[in-house]
């Protein structure tokens, strides 16, 4: 971890700017769309003697820009009303996986903590009306380092959220998200991004094990490559009993544009031509395999499979 980048005041100064005129936008958005809201926990799947929960952290809402780039608004607007959705706004829920093995938990991913867009951030009070523990939390598994992913990972009193869990994230998103120049690597609007990124990964730092795709990071769950919205993205397959299942995080992040038009340039994501290799190449093997998922911004709770519709695919929610 770099001091320079975290300790540089100009560079952190540019930061909350940025984050000043994306939460500006945003909070209009939400005034605009209304609340988003909270679901609780919801069991979603058992594999085996192993239960899979989902969670809800909130969700905000985003410009229908964001959707796709290098495409005609119209072509988004029609697909949007053909699908009876809005066409002025993106309600993003926030769909966080726990895996329970007895009294031991194991979440991917950590929601977005106290400090980023309003709307989310719930994901603590959600798992003390549940009745879960924190404490029993035993392993925190990252996707990829967007603050709706990781900022929870620490409370608002700057501590872990889950204390007696270990941490770990893939060795090319910590090694982007740390890196002295990350600053300039991305647009002035996502530098709060890297900020905070810096600070909760320095935070639990001491506490996390950097990971490979390909690899079983621990019984039953193994690390996919899915690099594109940021350049160390993992999915990953949960398995117990005979059965799997996918957690994306956001490898798909729209029920209807991620399938219809995989091809379609995010506006989200990091290398967009990668993101959309990577979104093909994911939804011919789940299709093949007939794999339930898990999507970290899919309808709540996230569950569903995919279909093959013509040359495109087709969600289909449990």
Do not use: C
């Amino acid at each position: 971890m770099s001091g320079r980048a975290i300790g540089d005041h100009s560079v952190l100064r540019r930061a909350f700017l940025s984050r000043r005129a994306f939460l500006g936008s945003a909070a209009a958005l939400v005034v605009a769309g209304g609340a988003v809201r909270s679901a609780r926990a919801i069991e979603v799947a058992a594999l085996g003697a192993r239960k899979i929960h989902v969670i809800s952290d909130g969700g905000f809402v985003m410009p229908v820009s964001m959707l796709a780039r290098d495409v005609a608004p119209e072509a988004v607007t029609t697909l949007l009303k053909a699908e009876g959705l809005p066409t002025d706004i993106n309600t993003m829920v926030l769909n966080v996986t726990l895996i329970q093995d007895g009294e031991d938990w194991t979440i991917i991913d950590a929601g977005s903590g106290a400090n980023f867009l309003p709307g989310s951030g719930k994901l603590a009070t959600n798992l003390d009306y549940a009745g879960i523990p924190r404490e029993a939390v035993k392993r925190v598994i990252f996707t990829h380092a967007h603050p709706d992913h990781l900022w929870g990972a620490i409370d608002d009193f700057d501590s872990d959220l889950f204390p007696n869990a270990s941490y770990m994230i893939s060795e090319a998103e910590w090694a982007f998200w740390t890196a002295p120049d990350v600053f300039s690597k991305l647009p002035e609007d996502r530098h709060f991004f890297a900020a905070g990124a810096q600070r909760i990964l320095k935070a639990i730092g001491d506490k996390t094990v950097r990971i490979k795709p390909g690899q079983e990071v621990a019984p039953g769950i193994l690390a996919i490559d899915t690099a594109g919205h940021t350049p160390g993205h993992l999915a990953f397959e949960v398995a117990g009993g005979g059965s799997s299942l996918v957690v994306l995080g956001d490898a798909l992040t729209h029920r209807a544009i991620s399938f219809q038009h995989p091809e379609w340039k995010s506006g989200s994501d990091q290398d967009a031509d990668r993101g959309a290799a990577t979104r093909r190449m994911l939804l011919d093997r789940l299709v093949a395999d007939r794999l339930p998922f898990i999507g970290y911004h899919l309808p709540s709770p996230g569950l569903g499979r995919a279909e093959k519709a013509g040359a495109a695919y087709r969600l289909v929610t449990a």
